[in-house]
Nanobody
Framework: QVQLVEFGGGLVQAGGSLRLSCAAS????????MGWYRQAPRKQRELVAT???????NYAESVNGRFTISIDNAKNTVSLQMRSLKPEDTAVYYC???????????????WGQGTQVTVSS
């Protein structure tokens, strides 16, 4: 089992910045990737950014150039630095980690509790 705890959500004005962090504990030896999804009311949950244990990153087109994901492998912590925030970024942000499995599908996802990010216009 892997447990994820999120920090850093809040209210910010458009154009401002916020930093989210997520700390993993438990069977952290199995972690392959970490990242963030978000879900706005009445919308599908969407991928925001991911990072592998080697540091390879992937961003949604809507946030590319504004958000930066990073990982501290020693502390099993992933962070998301959000800049130039827009009202459309308002959502609940969920941290996740992909843990390796010995059998198909070879990866299982664990989720954080979610943290609200609200961007005022």
């Amino acid at each position: 089992q892997v447990q994820l705890v999120e920090f850093g959500g809040g209210l910010v004005q458009a154009g401002g910045s916020l930093r989210l962090s997520c700390a993993a504990s438990g069977n952290t030896f199995s972690i392959n990737t970490m990242g963030w999804y978000r879900q706005a009311p009445r919308k599908q949950r969407e991928l925001v950014a991911t990072i592998s244990s080697s540091g390879t990153t992937n961003y949604a087109e809507s946030v590319n150039g504004r958000f930066t994901i990073s990982i501290d492998n020693a502390k099993n912590t992933v962070s998301l630095q959000m800049r130039s925030l827009k009202p459309e970024d308002t959502a609940v942000y969920y941290c996740y980690t992909g843990a390796l499995l010995p059998t198909p599908p070879y990866e299982y996802q664990y989720w954080g509790q979610g943290t609200q990010v609200t961007v005022s216009s």
